[in-house]
């Protein structure tokens, strides 16, 4: 599976679904493949929009003023800077005065029809989603992984951080069609309890997500989770790094990097996918556990009624 970086790379720039070499590309495509990192920070994002959406005038300022306009400190945008691959401000301000003033390749660069940063930021999630689909066109990793996570009683899910919506989801569906499932949301010795007492229990297998930026109490809970005889299925945003060289399985999903907070498309859909894997292991369990929920469910009044 391609890691999000090399799936970007190969589609260069993404313009109306179609790719476009750089010498073609708008002056904002090229700002967007050029701030396209998914390691950046929150602040350091800010910092990227705001020189996306005022190029013209942002390519000509001062470290000072840029930092005043943007609401961040200096020492943030030399750091941005770096972030994106400069030595310092000065050459990340060549380049962008380069693209403003179109002298790179030659003659200004027509604009495309781009729209803004919020549909490209949907445009990005769309290609996370045809490299996911793609993936899927052999499903027999995720339908085997399905299959352990069922058969593993307790099931452990983790999640810190920034993963822990994408945890609690999986964990609330899951113990719709599993009788034992623990959320790990707090990291350090609380994570190392949670983990060990699993194992202790009978349980195989920990569901792990680690995404953007990635904690090191992750890392810290994995090893430990293998140190304990845990199997870990990680779901993540990278093919490559420590977390992953820690598992036993990742599935590497892309997110969406183009506004100030992740977006995570392609990572529910994994999560669905994960789900739908454990109902098909065991459909009689799976059936006679949504049937007694539904029961119970009209029983209390859970929902509303249509």
């Known amino acids: ?3 999000p970086q ?12 179609r790719a476009a070499p750089e010498s073609q590309a708008s002056p904002t495509s090229r700002l967007r493949t050029l701030f396209d990192r998914p390691r950046l920070s929150p602040g350091q994002r800010r910092i990227a929009q705001y020189l996306i959406e005022h190029l013209t005038e942002a390519a000509f300022l001062s470290i000072t003023d840029l930092a005043d306009r943007v609401g961040v400190s200096q020492p943030s945008v ?18 962008l005065q380069t693209i403003a003033l179109g002298t790179r390749g030659g003659a200004p660069a027509a604009e495309e029809n781009q729209g803004n940063e919020l549909q490209a930021a949907v445009d990005a ?13 052999d499903a027999d990793r995720v339908i085997g992984v399905g299959r352990e996570l069922a058969g593993s009683a307790p099931l452990t ?9 994408l945890a609690e989801y999986f964990a609330y569906a899951a113990r719709r069609v599993h009788p ?5 949301t707090r990291g350090g010795s609380v994570a190392y309890d ?16 680690s995404m953007p930026r990635h904690a090191h109490e992750t890392l810290d809970a994995v090893r430990v989770a293998r140190g304990a005889g845990l199997k870990v299925a990680l779901i993540t945003d990278l093919a490559l790094g420590p977390v992953v060289d820690e598992a036993d399985i990742t599935f590497a999903t892309g997110t969406g990097p183009r506004l100030v907070f992740d977006s995570y498309a392609a990572p529910g859909v994994m999560c669905a996918a994960l789900l739908q894997a454990m109902t098909d292991a065991d459909p009689e369990r799976t059936q006679a556990r949504l049937e007694e929920y539904e029961q119970v469910a009209e029983q209390h009044h859970f929902f509303l009624r249509d």
């Open 1 to 3: 599976m391609p890691s």
């Open 125 to 137: 999630e769309i290609e996370n989603l045809e490299n996911l689909r793609r993936d899927f066109a």
């Open 6 to 17: 090399q799936a970007r790379a190969q589609a260069s720039v993404i313009t109306s679904g």
């Open 157 to 165: 899910v983790l999640g810190l951080r920034i993963s822990v919506s």
């Open 180 to 184: 034992d499932v623990r959320l790990v």
């Open 78 to 95: 030399t750091r941005f800077a770096s972030a994106v691959g400069f030595s310092g401000y000065p050459a990340l301000r060549e380049r």
């Open 194 to 209: 949670a983990l060990l007492q699993s194992r202790e229990a009978g349980g195989t297998w920990v569901l792990a997500f």
